[in-house]
């Protein structure tokens, strides 16, 4: 008896002593927390959502992996997740902003971007950071309520766009993709230069050049 009380004792400290990782996210829409919740299910760390606020200095995706137990494949399926999402994140390996994560644990921080009150949406943007490659460098012009997407064999499929709360909103035959805002630095061959960037929120069955950001670098 005493030996299967033993065991027990050992297997609950095992399991306790198993990597987490601390979800953390803010300004995300219905969508996005769905699409989330979905992907975190098929990487195989256990996971679960915090209700605590993530730090300003944080990127819009940022992760927070311990420094002694690195689990380097488990880091790189939880980056590739935000890039899915339309993120670029940023992987740190010590202490920030009084978060520290031991034994493998890893912090996940993932950040709503929002467009300004009063922003006018760029003419004339290309895509960028494609689910699909082929599908970079695209023309992409808005007009009022039309958006025109110039695709790989010249044609120009014509949508409806428009604004919903702090999203950009671009329909197709009842599919719906989201945008949000940021203002990242671009590096070009002239060095890093300003952007409006507007990256797709979820990831839709068709077209696939939907699963595309939209981008305009400014040269100056």
Not at 121 to 145: A, G, I, S, W
Not at 178 to 196: N, R, W
């Amino acid at each position: 008896m005493k030996n299967g009380i033993l065991i027990a004792m050992l297997l609950l400290l095992t399991a306790c002593q198993q990597p987490t990782v601390y979800v953390y996210t803010q300004g995300l829409t219905a969508i996005q927390k769905q699409q989330l919740t979905q992907q975190l299910q098929l990487q195989t760390l256990p996971y679960q959502f915090t209700q605590l606020p993530i730090p300003k200095e944080f990127t819009a995706a940022t992760l927070l992996t311990s420094q002694d137990k690195l689990l380097t494949h488990e880091t790189q399926s939880l980056a590739d997740i935000m890039q899915l999402m339309g993120y670029q994140p940023q992987i740190n390996y010590v202490s920030v902003a009084n978060h520290h994560y031991s034994d493998g644990n890893i912090g996940f921080y993932l950040r709503g971007e929002h467009i300004e009150p009063g922003f006018n949406m760029p003419k004339l943007m290309r895509t960028t950071n494609c689910y699909e490659d082929r599908y970079n460098d695209l023309q992409v012009t808005f007009h009022e309520n039309v958006v025109a997407f110039t695709l790989l064999n010249g044609t120009r499929a014509q949508l409806e766009w428009g604004r919903y709360e702090d999203y950009v909103i671009i329909n197709y035959r009842g599919t719906s993709q989201s945008y949000t805002h940021s203002t990242p630095l671009v590096a070009t061959p002239f060095g890093e230069k300003p952007s409006d960037t507007f990256r797709y929120t979820a990831h839709v069955g068709s077209p696939q050049w939907l699963n595309c950001s939209l981008q305009i670098v400014y040269m100056d």
